[in-house]
């Protein structure tokens, strides 16, 4: 089992930065990689970004157009997202989620797939209002 805590929600106003956090832990040794999804109310989840451990890479979804950062600390299993210039439509829940050894995905499918994920935190709110 592995345990997954999201942090650093909140309200922020439009054009304002926000850093989640996400803390894993239980059998977390050799996970291949961690990544962030989002929902906002009335839309399916969707990929934000993620990092594989094995090289290092990074993979981001679509409309993030470099507004994201995604970083982490594989030996304290800890993930993190960056987000800049926020807008109205980046409200959502942020789910963290991670991708054990014993993913069926392996290190190589893309980060994005939301059934390549083995385990999702709760979520933490973001809401980008004036």
């Known amino acids: 089992q592995v345990h997954l805590v999201e942090s650093g929600g909140g309200l922020v106003q439009p054009g304002e930065s926000l850093r989640l956090s996400c803390a894993a832990s239980?059998?977390?040794?050799?996970?291949?990689?961690m990544g962030w999804f989002r929902q906002g109310s009335g839309k399916e989840l969707e990929f934000v970004g993620g990092?594989?451990?094995?090289?290092?890479?990074?993979e981001y979804g679509d409309f993030v157009e470099g507004r994201f950062i995604v970083s982490g600390d594989n030996a304290k299993d800890m993930v993190y997202l960056q987000m800049n210039n926020l807008k109205s439509e980046d409200s959502a829940i942020y789910y963290c989620?991670?991708?054990?050894?014993?993913?069926?995905?392996?290190?190589?499918?893309?980060?994005?797939?939301?059934?390549?994920?083995?385990?999702w935190g709760n979520g933490t709110l973001v809401t980008v209002s004036t």
């Open positions: 989620a991670i991708r054990t050894r014993d993913s069926y995905y392996g290190d190589q499918s893309p980060l994005g797939l939301i059934y390549g994920m083995d385990y």
């Open positions: 239980g059998r977390t040794l050799g996970s291949l990689a």
């Open positions: 990092i594989r451990w094995s090289r290092g890479d990074k």
